[in-house]
């Protein structure tokens, strides 16, 4: 699921996402890197489904008039990500459904990295590790 609004109530979403984490994506015109990751990774078959599937997906576009609302901050879309720590676009952050946010991945990724990005999250192996240590497991696994 996707949401498009002027002013985004990260609240609102989190209390009517029936437990999905959100994927809140932060972008701004003219980044060739932002492109980049909206057209090849996001708009990979297999990530659109992981994200279709099993998140909601907030697209926030820095540039975009509207406020968003998250806890004790309203302020614009920009605002909101140096809030978040994040001034670097783009940058991907996933918020789970008691609003703590469990991964920001700042920076354009490619699709064999995002992807695991998203299962991470999705599985919420964030609570039983880091996620280097998540990636560490992956190739282990797959060396056997």
Known sequence: MTLFSKDINIDKIIANADGKP???????PHCGHCKH???FTLGDPEIKKEVDDKFIFVDIF????G???????TGSRRAFAKHLGYDFYPTSIFI????????ATPGAREQDFFINVLKY????????????????TLDFNSDM
Not at 62 to 65: A, D, G, P, Q, V
Not at 121 to 136: A, G, N, P, R
Request: glycine share 0%; charged share 30%.
């Open 67 to 73: 406020n968003v609302s998250f806890k004790d901050f």
């Open 121 to 136: 999250v999705s599985t919420k192996q964030y609570i039983e590790m880091e996620f280097e240590t998540y990636l560490d």
């Open 96 to 103: 789970d459904a008691k609003s703590k946010v469990v991964n």
């Open 22 to 28: 959100l994927f809140l994506f932060f972008h701004k």
């Open 37 to 39: 990751m909206i057209t």
């Open 62 to 65: 820095t540039r975009e008039s």
